[in-house]
């Protein structure tokens, strides 16, 4: 079953938040970075903290940025996120996490000399016990600061910084980087191996064209577009409806449905049929908000020469649903 989200977490919009939504006399232990994606990488960085923060009453949160920094420095040139702040903050929670600060990212803040920025941070958070980043986090006016000052200043000023070594997958270090390439090619396992549970998006149902119902295959609509777009195609899924509990398997769709739409659509669909629903059990329907987890890549979008060859592939489609096993796959979060 999936972790179940910590009641307790806040997510807050600047540091100066935090002093009001926590007692100031609990030691505060803060993992440092942008935390696209919450991988393997980012949950070891927090495990350390957490383990930490357990031998002296402290909390634990995450000190994040808005926008991500890339944005800041190169506009429309910046990488593109793999979640959303909404999404990463129920990472957050699921974890174990007590808040999350979304600090705005300035031109002030970008600013801040390497040397002055444990300082700043001890002001806005007198009861920092401890920092926490990887191995390779640079920090400060002109990305000049390293593990190495960090540990210097902290020593100054009594918040010790602890540097995590990475996590590998595949003989290489997991990064961001490397999950946003793997789902631009459609790598989805290589994706949920590296984040560590399921690649996942959620949303209220929505109606569509109603095509997948005089064939046979009916589907939950969501109107979803990413800033970063998995490759378009068709995907063995898990669908959850929270509201229920309920957990269904699934074949999606994701993109732009070239066999139905000759003219092309204004924005991708992600299209989810359900092809064992049992019997008795209601499946969701149009309004609902659904979870859909992402498994398995099992072929690219296809234009189709028409309805029948189309009807004919999702048959196939269906089969790789049903003969999917989940017995050693990640619960979803």
């Not at 006016?141 to 200043?153: E, H, I, M, Q, S």
């Not at 769709?253 to 008795?280: F, I, K, M, Q, W």
């Not at 398995?296 to 234009?303: A, G, K, N, Q």
């Not at 269906?318 to 989940?326: C, N, P, Q, T």
Request: with cysteine; glycine share 10%; hydrophobic share 40%.
């Amino acid at each position: 079953m999936p972790a179940a989200p910590s009641s307790r977490f806040r997510s807050l919009s600047s540091l100066e938040m935090l002093p009001a939504a926590f007692p100031p006399t609990r030691p505060v232990h803060l993992g440092i970075g942008n935390y696209d994606g919450y991988h393997r990488g980012h949950r070891a960085v927090f495990a350390e903290a957490k383990r930490r923060a357990a031998e002296d009453g402290g909390i634990v949160g995450a000190l994040t940025f808005r926008p991500h920094p890339e944005v800041f420095f190169r506009g429309n040139d910046a990488v593109k996120l793999i979640f959303p702040r909404e999404r990463k903050d129920e990472l957050f929670a699921a974890d174990g996490l007590d808040f999350a600060v979304h600090e705005p990212f300035s031109e002030a803040f970008a600013s801040i000399e390497a040397e002055d920025f444990l300082r700043f941070l001890k002001e806005k958070i007198p009861a920092l016990r401890g920092v926490y980043v990887g191995e390779n986090f640079r920090f400060g006016a002109g990305r000049r600061g390293d593990v190495a000052l960090l540990k210097r200043a902290g020593n100054a000023c009594g918040a010790e910084a602890f540097a995590v070594p990475p996590v590998s997958f595949g003989g290489e270090r997991i990064s961001s980087s490397r999950i946003r390439e793997a789902l631009a090619r459609g790598e989805i396992e290589d994706a949920d191996a590296m984040l560590g549970a399921p690649y996942a998006c959620g949303g209220v149902v929505v109606p569509g064209n109603r095509l997948g119902r005089t064939i046979g295959f009916p589907t939950l609509n969501l109107a979803w577009s990413p800033e970063l777009r998995p490759r378009y195609g068709v995907y063995v899924v898990r669908l959850r409806v929270p509201a229920s509990g309920k957990v269904f398997r699934g074949i999606a769709n994701y993109g732009v449905r070239p066999t139905v739409e000759r003219d092309g659509v204004p924005a991708p669909l992600l299209e989810t049929h359900l092809p064992d629903v049992p019997s008795g059990v209601s499946a969701p329907t149009y309004g609902d908000f659904i979870r859909v987890e992402w498994l398995r890549f099992v072929r690219p979008e296809t234009r189709f020469d028409g309805i029948g060859a189309l009807k004919a592939q999702l048959e196939k489609d269906k089969l790789a649903a049903l003969d999917f096993s989940e017995e050693t796959y990640p619960a979803g979060v």
